[in-house]
């Protein structure tokens, strides 16, 4: 993911993608009245002076220290580098630090920021990035604004905590372990929406202010739409597949031949080199929950879970975790050590990993260029499999109760549970952590067939909630779309089949560092999108793409 689960989201949307976006301390608290500038920090404006933009940089280099100082803790939290017993500690040294962001953000130097740029907008002296810069951070300072400094700090140190929590509840099933924890993120954040309609930011739908901090622009009725469309093409398709008769797999039991870690990290080594993951600039740990992290173009890391019985949920996280990586890796050298040295936004970056892992990596191109040397990594453990056998394979589709190891198929089938949950949660305030596991099982009948045995299968697979990060499931649906969308401005401009059986990276890569990834955050969503395609968001070309693909692999 993302993703990037562990990395700032969008940076100045000041809003920690580990942490969330502030909380209080204790649910049943009364909200405070809304931070201002100066009880944020110290810095007193001077009315008096004129500022030049360069007089900014040692500001904003700090504000990016502070980033990738609880970026570091986080990956620390994550990669199991803390001992368990520095949790409290940590949690304390993090909220300290957000705090001291928090009060950066919306300080009286932002503001003298803010006047200089629009003085320099007014000259017509403001170059591209300089805009870019003030975009994000203005954004950022206008949501930021709205929220207690207090309550901000306090939420920190509740979604630290909460991480653990999870962990503990998924691995002994146990969901009144995390279920305390939840509640206060989902109160907390039910507040945000209120404080930013305090402060004038007017939505339709409360939900569109999480929509909005991932996917900027987009709303609950936007996503309606699309997921409407989504349902009423996979519904029927996933009916015809499990309906027909005969069809591929021919055989798949392979999938579940026990394969030795060691072998499993020579295969992920394999395929970072192939798709041109620079690991001089990166590096993989160990996890649960698979993640990427930067740290800027220079520190990219991504994370892979290996287990000796589900060998290809890792080599597909590690295509995943690759696609957000290079992009991360590409973005344009003038804008490193700025803000703008992130994704355009979570839809976009998921649709890197996504057209990895998926389009490309799912592809019998892909399969016939890479098998040979597959064969050799994995040590004569799929020697008697095919080309086409391992290719109908990895697309068989089943639904399956959890998300990360979903076909591409039914995979956005598990997203709209959780898109509708979550939706939920901010139109009905009376809707409790207590009432999630019923929903999740419901949900989780009425679009894919079954009901989890367990909470660890069920509403406790995934991490996103244990920070707070409402809004950030609908992202991976909007990357596989966009995903589509690429794939075809791709298929304009060159021999995409020929290119991906070469397994010629360097073209895949060197298009989408000129089309997207170079851009980093200087270009909104939908600007990204018109370096591609004249369309905006347009799920027929997902459609299209899996209609195609599934008809003529199970010869409907």
Known sequence: ????????????????????????????????????????????????????????????????????????????????????????????????????????SVSDEMLNFFKTVEAAMDRGEADDITLGIYRMAKSGYDKQMAIPADEYKAFTELTTSSYSKWEEAREKDDYSIFAPYLQKTMDYQRGVVDYR???????????????????????????DAFFDELRAEIVPLLHGITEAKGGPPAHADFLDRSIPIPVQRNVSALIMDTVGYDLDRGSVGEVTHPFSMSFGQSDVRITVNYSEDDFFTSFYATMHESGHAIYSQNVGAELEGTILDTAASMGISESQSRLLENTIGRSYEFWEGIYDEFLSVTEGHYDDISVREMYEAVNAVAPSLIRITADELTYSLHIMVRYEI??????????????????????????????????????????????????YFPTYALGNAYAAQIQDAMRKDFDLDATISALDFATINGWLTEKIHRHGALLEPSQVLAQITDEGLNAKYYTDYLKDKYSKLYGL
């Open 1 to 104: 993911m993302k993703k990037i689960l562990a990395v700032l989201v969008l940076a100045l949307l000041l809003c920690v993608v580990m942490a969330g976006c502030g909380a209080p301390a204790d649910s049943s608290q009364a909200h405070d009245a809304p931070v201002d500038a100066e009880q944020a920090y110290d810095a007193p404006a001077d009315s008096d002076r004129t500022y030049e933009l360069s007089d900014f940089d040692a500001f904003f280099d700090k504000l990016i220290a502070l980033d990738q100082a609880m970026s570091m803790f986080s990956w620390d939290i994550e990669t199991g580098g803390m001992p368990p017993g520095a949790m409290e500690s940590r949690a304390s040294t993090m909220a300290t630090l957000s705090a001291e962001r928090f009060a950066m």
């Open 197 to 223: 309609a305090q402060a004038g930011m007017v939505y339709d739908n409360p939900y569109d202010a999480m929509l909005d901090d991932y996917e900027p622009g987009m709303t609950v009725e936007m996503m």
């Open 422 to 471: 979550e939706k939920m949660i901010f139109n009905d305030p009376q809707l409790t952590a207590e009432d999630l596991p019923a929903l999740w099982d419901e949900k989780m009948h009425e679009y894919l067939g079954l009901t989890p045995g367990s909470y660890a299968e069920g509403i406790l697979q995934d991490v996103h909630w244990s920070y707070g990060e409402f809004g």
